[in-house]
């Protein structure tokens, strides 16, 4: 009951506490409505490994409308079960309640981002399903371990290494005296997990290939990684108390953790085998997700690999709480450190996480309460297409005009190319991108074979505009050369868009043989009759 009321208050906070997504939510967001358009993974555009977040998304929209509303209640939910399966795991493996839910906090005031539901849900199960086979070792306990690995690997692939990497961990260190019962065990995993993924990689062989569909993912994967932090942050720069020191901070403490955590599991007395391999395979688990979450900007990242660390960090309290006999000076100072460690790293997070702001925000913290009054508010403007305070970026709250052109002069099928990083453009136009790709900005999928892939998409396509961000009209033409003679070749200037604190304007074109002698109301936009 207490997980269950956790939840439900983790989801309600997440929900009353929204203020908009960020355009980075949108590079899965608009892969949900190009399906519901019709268009296919892989065979119609390009998915870099992500396959079950964007078909969540598509999901709730085909359930609940092409609104935010639906992704808003998917993202609440998601973070208000990872809060209940981590009291109920904490409590499960007999740490002190008060402890469980410290674990909970810290995951829920760090505030991880909407798009980043998948790096705390899929690590909150695979960590339960890791506990539950340590402890009791079985056929049933490997098949669920065997699809918390599917699920993580669908999530996004690294996911799946990271969580596979755990699990392949505790399926094999405990009995690695028993040659051929390893051997037999790593070979269910191993056949299962290849049995639950062959409908799906079945499918990406059908529709492209599975080479090309993985030399994409590791493409996107090394871009990614390049702007991974290489150098230890200093934490020196500015206040500690503040919100880039304390993040510097939080970088040392996701890696110190697991060490401290793995040395006092392997020289603990008294410590039962199940909970040595479970500290253990936790600290693969936390070594991979910092490894490859933390990078810049370390204020938003930190949060991505929250989830390792709050479960090390209660067991290792735990373990601090219960040093030495009753009323002994030992005890009373590991205990004194246990709450200062809980209360520093609980002040920290809510400090990282902006707690405060959407507490505010949420009207939980004025007298009387509102939430009703803010759910009212939510609700509307997750289902207003504008609203301009739910909006991601200046640049889409600039094209409203463009977009209602769209609605009113062009067919559904029409398609639209997206130029530097604006992913959300395509999802508020309600029109599918161009290309296979959301948008295109500098440094992804820009090799000459690319753009060819790319150049041949729009050929087929019935793509009657072109969309350049700022960054679009400054980079595009030296970042995709072929592209961009292709949209030189067939497309001219429609109009450029004023963008609140840049520049740059945003810059339309249209295609040259979209012609009328009928014009949009108020510009000298062409709007064929028949799509009024």
């Not at 040595?276 to 395979?281: E, I, K, L």
Request: charged share 15%; net charge positive; hydrophobic share 50%.
């Amino acid at each position: 009951m207490s997980a269950t009321l956790a939840g439900l208050a983790v989801a309600f906070l997440r929900l009353l506490g929204a203020s908009g997504f960020s355009n980075d939510h949108f590079f899965y967001l608009s892969r949900a409505s190009q399906f519901l358009t019709g268009a296919r993974p892989v065979r119609d555009f390009v998915d870099p490994g992500f396959p079950l977040q964007w078909a969540l998304s598509a999901g709730v929209q085909a359930i609940g409308g092409q609104t935010l509303l639906p992704e808003a209640i998917l993202v609440a939910a998601a973070y208000g079960v990872s809060a209940a399966l981590t009291l109920w795991m904490l409590t499960r493996w007999h740490l002190p309640a008060w402890l469980a839910l410290w674990a909970v906090f810290v995951e829920v005031a760090v505030l991880p981002r909407t798009y980043s539901y998948p790096k705390v849900l899929a690590y909150v199960i695979a960590a339960l399903a890791i506990l539950h086979y340590a402890r009791k070792p079985s056929t049933k306990g490997l098949l669920s371990l065997s699809f918390v690995a599917v699920i993580a690997f669908l999530f996004r692939h690294d996911h799946g290494l990271y969580v596979g990497a755990a699990v392949c961990l505790i399926v094999a260190a405990p009995v690695l005296g028993q040659p051929r019962l390893v051997a037999r065990r790593m070979m269910t995993l191993v056949g299962t997990v290849a049995l639950a993924l062959a409908p799906y990689l079945g499918y990406v062989a059908a529709s492209g290939g599975l080479t090309g569909y993985f030399a994409a993912g590791v493409h996107f994967s090394e871009r990614e990684a390049g702007r991974t932090l290489v150098a230890w942050p200093w934490v020196g720069d500015g206040p500690m108390w503040s919100v880039e020191g304390l993040s510097a901070l939080a970088f040392y403490a996701l890696w110190i953790t697991p060490i401290l955590a793995l040395a006092m599991a392997w020289n603990a007395r008294g410590l039962d085998r199940p909970s040595r391999w479970t500290v253990t395979a936790l600290v693969v688990m936390a070594a991979c997700v910092n490894a490859g979450f933390l990078r810049d900007p370390l204020t938003y990242r930190v949060s991505d690999a929250v989830v390792p660390f709050a479960l090390l960090g209660a067991w290792i309290a735990s373990r601090a709480w219960n040093v030495g006999g009753d009323g002994t000076t030992s005890r009373r100072l590991a205990r004194g450190t246990a709450v200062v460690f809980a209360l520093v790293i609980a002040a920290a997070a809510a400090k990282i996480g902006n707690l405060p702001e959407t507490l505010k925000r949420a009207e939980l913290v004025r007298l009387p309460p509102r939430p009703q009054a803010r759910w009212d508010t939510v609700v509307t403007e997750l289902r207003d297409r504008y609203a301009e305070r739910q909006m991601p970026s200046d640049l889409s709250f600039a094209l409203v005009p463009f977009y209602r052109y769209l609605d009113a002069c062009t067919p559904p099928e029409a398609r639209i190319l997206v130029t530097g990083f604006a992913p959300e453009v395509a999802y508020y136009a309600r029109r599918g991108f161009a290309g296979g790709h959301p948008s295109l900005y500098r440094g992804y999928y820009s090799s000459d074979r690319d753009q060819r892939e790319i150049v041949e998409r729009l050929e087929r396509e019935l793509v009657l505009f072109v969309v350049a961000s700022p960054e679009g009209v400054e980079q595009f033409a030296s970042s995709f050369p072929l592209v961009n003679a292709f949209v030189s070749a067939h497309f001219v200037p429609l109009s450029d868009f004023a963008v609140d604190g840049v520049s740059v304007p945003a810059r339309v074109y249209v295609h040259r043989g979209f012609a009328s002698a009928q014009q949009f109301e108020g510009t000298a936009w062409p709007c064929p009759g028949a799509h009024l």
